[in-house]
């Protein structure tokens, strides 16, 4: 599907004597920079009806004119699936994701994602590249997303993604013990061997990922974890290359180890926890059309606020038992 895209504008005063690509930034601000270099370049925007270069100058008084097809959408299907909406107004909309959600249709998963159930909800969303999906969460991962309603509210919020404007805030429970917080700068590219697995490399992309401790358990932690960066798989990665994998990560925790003398009812429930511990708990940004400082935060789901009741009552039982 495609959306006709018609615009025009007359190149003010104050914008004399600037850059084509740098006015139609200006006077076109719900399109990205890169999109209308794009069209700069295939000459879909033109300046009084002629085809220029992004550096030409223009002056007061030049029309710019955008005749061109958006394409949106690529024949997804829209389905009623439950959506826990937290927050919407006319640009953008928060969500908690649920856990065992694909957000993004991919080859052999065309159906059950996010994405379909957007579209359901909000029949405009096809309008907009991904949906108005402009960041993601793991299958497995649970929490807050946020999803642009409007083309401009996208560019933006993307901006904000770039800028390392968003507060993303998750807590996890990892195997192991830890002393303190701290901060794991590594830089995460391709796994050289799985497919499905991203990798500490050296030429990999910049990423950093910063920790501190809530709880400490007799062999885990509950963990608050901030990122800096947004990668694929980073805080799993990341924790893991400390030796610290997510409880139940079933790419990067390894073999399960039960702890020394935990209960019946802790084994068996951390035989059956199959996927990451892991919560997108807060998310903040400011809002792209009013400029207000908005912040969301969001209950544990229930099996993970399990894990940490039972990984609580370990702790109990264990001080009990050295009890004299």
Not at 79 to 89: C, G, K, Q, Y
Not at 102 to 117: D, I, S, Y
Not at 224 to 235: D, P, S
Not at 238 to 257: E, N
Request: with cysteine.
């Amino acid at each position: 599907m495609t959306t006709r895209i018609s615009l025009q504008a007359a190149v003010p005063e104050q914008l004399s004597g600037s850059r084509l690509d740098q006015i139609a930034a200006k006077l076109f601000p719900e399109y990205s920079r890169s999109r209308l270099q794009s069209w700069i370049k295939d000459g879909s925007l033109r300046v009084n009806q002629a085809q220029l270069k992004p550096k030409d100058k223009l002056a007061a008084g030049d029309l710019i004119e955008v005749e061109t097809e958006l394409a949106v959408s690529e024949g997804w299907t829209a389905e009623a699936l439950p959506l826990d909406i937290v927050f919407e107004d006319e640009a953008l909309l928060v969500l908690n994701k649920a856990v065992n959600m694909v957000v993004h249709p991919a080859a052999g998963n065309r159906e059950g994602t996010l994405l379909n159930g957007l579209l359901h909800y909000c029949p405009a969303l096809e309008a907009l590249p991904r949906a108005g999906i402009v960041h993601r969460l793991d299958k497995d991962t649970t929490g807050l997303m946020v999803v642009a309603k409007t083309l401009k509210a996208h560019t933006n919020l993307v901006k904000l993604l770039q800028a390392r404007a968003v507060t993303r805030e998750y807590e996890a429970v990892i195997k192991g013990v830890l002393t303190g917080g701290g901060t794991i700068n590594k830089p995460l590219g391709r796994h050289p061997v799985n497919r499905k697995k991203r990798a500490i490399v050296d030429a990999g992309q910049h990423a950093v990922t910063h920790y501190r401790v809530l709880e400490k358990h007799r062999s885990h932690t509950h963990v608050q974890v901030n990122l800096e960066t947004g990668r694929t798989h980073q805080i799993r990665v990341h924790m893991a290359s400390i030796s610290h994998p997510l409880v139940g990560d079933p790419l990067y925790a390894g073999r399960l180890q039960l702890p020394a003398g935990c209960s019946p009812v802790l084994a068996e429930f951390l035989r059956q926890f199959k996927r990451q511990a892991l919560h997108a708990r807060r998310l903040g940004f400011v809002h792209p059309l009013s400029g207000q400082a908005l912040e969301w935060e969001v209950e544990h789901p229930r099996d993970f606020e399990e894990l940490l009741q039972l990984l609580a009552a370990d702790n109990h039982d264990a001080s009990v038992s050295r009890a004299p």
